[in-house]
């Protein structure tokens, strides 16, 4: 086989490691023939179980890939779906478990981002940095589901009042939750029929009755 032949064959295919499976490798312990066959199968368009072929491109042998494979499967990395084409039956090879897992990892790292910015929301408001007693009290609010942006409005409303106190904006939050406010649109439509409210009643007082004809 001449050089140029070999050259286009080792060029023919590229098999890219997409940046999500280091963190899953890592998680899942993967050894290397598992990491091989998750390099090989996550760059197949439709992924099926041919040993011969993965064989070929992996070099590992058969009792290697079917261990490899029954590892992955129990990892719930991957699972088998039978396809029918016609009058033939496919074994295709899902990868749900891959990206599931990936995507899980994605959401982690956007929440963690997600709570920092309000730290740093909190330290820009505040003007001074929290104390570690304050970044307990903000994350038990984050951690017990609370709606984020209900937490950013408590902030600005206490701000507007003048107070830097997480006490105070803790109070603000019990009262929006015990009027059963879930979201901030809850909270600025409250807001607008106060005014509401609150205007008729200064347009009540202001009328001058005497004057009535």
């Known amino acids: 086989m001449s050089n140029e032949v070999i050259y ?6 590229d098999y890219i490691i997409r940046p999500f499976l280091f963190k899953i490798i890592k998680e899942n312990n993967l050894n290397i023939n598992e990491t091989l066959l998750l390099i090989y199968l996550t760059n197949q368009e439709h992924p099926e179980l041919d040993l011969s072929l993965i064989n070929e491109i992996t070099s590992l042998n058969n009792n290697e890939i079917i261990s490899a494979f ?28 891959i990206y599931k ?15 920092e910015n309000i730290f740093e929301l909190f330290e820009r408001e505040f003007g001074r940095p929290l104390t570690p007693m304050e970044y307990e009290f903000i994350n038990q609010w984050i951690n017990s589901g609370m709606n984020e942006e209900l937490i950013k409005e408590a ?11 997480l006490r105070y904006i803790d109070k603000i939050i019990y009262e929006w939750n015990k009027k059963g406010y879930k979201t ?9 029929k106060k005014e509401e409210k609150k205007n008729l009643n200064v347009e009540f007082f202001e009328y001058n009755w005497l004057d009535e004809n």
């Open 8 to 13: 286009n064959i080792i060029k023919n295919k």
């Open 70 to 97: 029954s590892s992955l499967t129990s990892k719930n990395l991957i699972n088998t779906n039978i396809i029918k084409d016609g009058d033939r039956v496919i074994e295709e090879i899902s990868l749900d478990g």
């Open 101 to 115: 897992q990936a995507a899980t990892n994605i959401n982690k790292k956007v929440k963690n981002i997600s709570e």
């Open 155 to 165: 902030l600005k409303e206490a701000t507007y009042n003048g107070v830097s106190n």
């Open 184 to 192: 901030v649109d809850d909270v600025v439509k409250n807001r607008y």
